[in-house]
Antibody
Framework: EVQLVESGGGLVQPGGSLRLSCVAS????????MNWVRQAPGKGLEWISY????????YYADSVKGRFTISRDNAKNSLFLQMNSLRAEDTALYYC??????????????????WGQGTLVTVSS | DIQMTQSPSTLSASVGDRVTITCRAS??????LAWYQQKPGKAPKLLIH???TLESGVPSRFSGSGSGTEFTLTISSLQPDDFATYFC?????????FGQGTKLEIK
């Protein structure tokens, strides 16, 4: 059974930092690209970051670029999100999401076929 | 960035109804569109990718269509388990943007 378990969320003051983790099981982690997607309370979904199965390339939403860093450790089946300079608007449930997809001569196309249950980040003084 | 707009934002329907949700992209995304279902307190669940490819295990009453900038998700006969919020997401280019969601409510 595919499982993704996030941890590391909590209450942090504006300007502070947090590191989220996502541990994967039930599939070959090193074969899949991974993402972080967040959802502010009562709001919609926002994709924020991608990492390929090898660790590069990386992509970020403009809303977190320069503040958040995605990384992975394939030996430990783990995905990470280092979040710095946190703002109130970063308050959200953070999901890790596995990609499946394929590449054609026009590009590579992926979708999120497995999700964790999320870890809540609250930025408040 | 590609903007995704869903309509309606809320839809009231009854068990057995046929319902359609629309998603429009601000520029062509070919067929690179996914649909997700989310229930309260739960993670999203993939229903459809590539605009019309049903994910394994998803009931056949769900179907997707469209290409370019206009897409639809259709549920042919609503079941009690289908009342949830539905999101589209373009998977054509990063950032992979989502629509704002359509909440499907019981009439």
């Amino acid at each position: 059974e595919v499982q993704l378990v996030e941890s590391g969320g909590g209450l942090v003051q504006p300007g502070g930092s947090l590191r989220l983790s996502c541990v994967a099981s039930g599939f070959t982690f090193s074969s899949h690209s991974m993402n972080w997607v967040r959802q502010a309370p009562g709001k919609g979904l926002e994709w924020i970051s991608y990492v390929s199965h090898t660790g590069s390339p990386l992509y970020y939403a403009d809303s977190v670029k320069g503040r958040f860093t995605i990384s992975r450790d394939n030996a430990k089946n783990s995905l990470f999100l280092q979040m710095n300079s946190l703002r109130a608007e970063d308050t959200a449930l953070y999901y890790c999401a596995r990609d499946s997809g394929y590449c054609t001569d026009t590009g590579c196309y992926r979708w999120h076929d497995a999700w964790g249950q999320g870890t809540l980040v609250t930025v408040s003084s | 960035d590609i903007q995704m707009t869903q309509s309606p934002s809320t839809l009231s329907a009854s068990v057995g109804d046929r319902v359609t949700i629309t998603c429009r992209a601000s520029q062509s995304i070919s067929s690179w569109l996914a649909w997700y279902q989310q229930k309260p307190g739960k993670a999203p669940k993939l229903l459809i990718h590539d605009a019309s490819t049903l994910e394994s295990g998803v009931p056949s009453r769900f179907s997707g269509s469209g290409s370019g900038t206009e897409f639809t998700l259709t549920i042919s006969s609503l079941q009690p388990d289908d009342f949830a919020t539905y999101f589209c997401q373009q998977h054509n280019s990063y950032p992979y943007t989502f629509g704002q969601g359509t909440k499907l409510e019981i009439k």
